[in-house]
């Protein structure tokens, strides 16, 4: 039961252009999500979060959008760039008091074509 | 520039053999995470801790399993005895709020 999907496997988008990628949620008790991005051989790092209580968090070329009645969320990056070229995830906790385990998705591939 | 360590970066071992993973968590986190990557399951989580003490291991077949913090610098992960199906990247993170820091991994070849 995948509690966190990414239906998309993989997107290709222009430089320049805005990458849309999307993440969907089943469990109602997730309040907090992040999205993360994945190079080769690296570790996920830490992009942008936003709690359930908002429904917009902006940081840079970096927005994410949460629609808690669609349970879906969504990140933005605007205008994309080559170094954009990476994996990324979207996670989620639940209610906690501090930081919690994270329940991800299965990752975008997302490929920034010149 | 403060990181998750984790060593060794690759290992390669015999099923049946010992192997044990080590994380050194960002200073100041009180949380520490391990998580696995695999092709087919992607990214789970497998045990936390918080302020040294074991939290969720729910993930981790504790059979043959092991996680401690025998100090706020030091997580491990040992698994004992090794199959062929523990291969993957081994991720160790660590948190005070609700965002998470990942170390480089551990990518475990068992043969």
């Known amino acids: 039961d995948q509690q966190v999907k990414q239906n998309s496997p993989s997107l290709s988008v222009q430089e320049g252009r805005i990458s849309i990628l999307n993440c969907d949620y089943t469990n109602s008790m997730f309040d907090y999500f992040l999205w993360y991005k994945k190079y080769p051989a690296e570790g996920p790092t830490f992009l942008i979060s936003i709690s359930s209580i908002k429904d917009k968090n902006e940081d840079g070329r970096f927005t994410v959008f949460l629609n808690k009645s669609a349970k879906h969320l969504s990140l933005h990056i605007v205008p994309s760039q080559p170094g954009d070229s990476a994996v990324y995830f979207c996670?989620?906790?639940?209610?906690?008091?501090?930081?919690?385990?994270?329940?991800f998705g299965k990752g975008t591939h997302l490929i920034i074509q010149p | 520039d403060a990181r998750v360590t984790q060593t060794p970066r690759h290992k390669v071992t015999e099923m049946g053999q010992e192997v044990t993973m080590r994380c050194q968590p960002i200073l100041g986190h009180n949380t520490v995470f391990w998580y696995r990557q695999t092709m087919m399951q992607g990214l789970e989580l497998l045990a936390y801790?918080?302020?040294?003490?074991?939290?969720?291991d729910s993930g981790m077949p504790k059979d043959r399993f092991s996680a401690e913090m025998p100090d706020a610098t030091l997580a491990t992960l040992k698994i004992q005895p090794s199959e062929p199906r523990d291969s993957a990247v081994y991720f160790c993170?660590?948190?005070?709020?609700?965002?998470?820091?990942f170390g480089p991994g551990t990518r475990l070849t068992v043969t």
């Open positions: 993170a660590s948190g005070l709020v609700r965002e998470q820091y």
């Open positions: 996670a989620a906790s639940a209610v906690g008091g501090g930081a919690d385990g994270l329940t």
């Open positions: 801790f918080r302020n040294r003490a074991p939290l969720d």
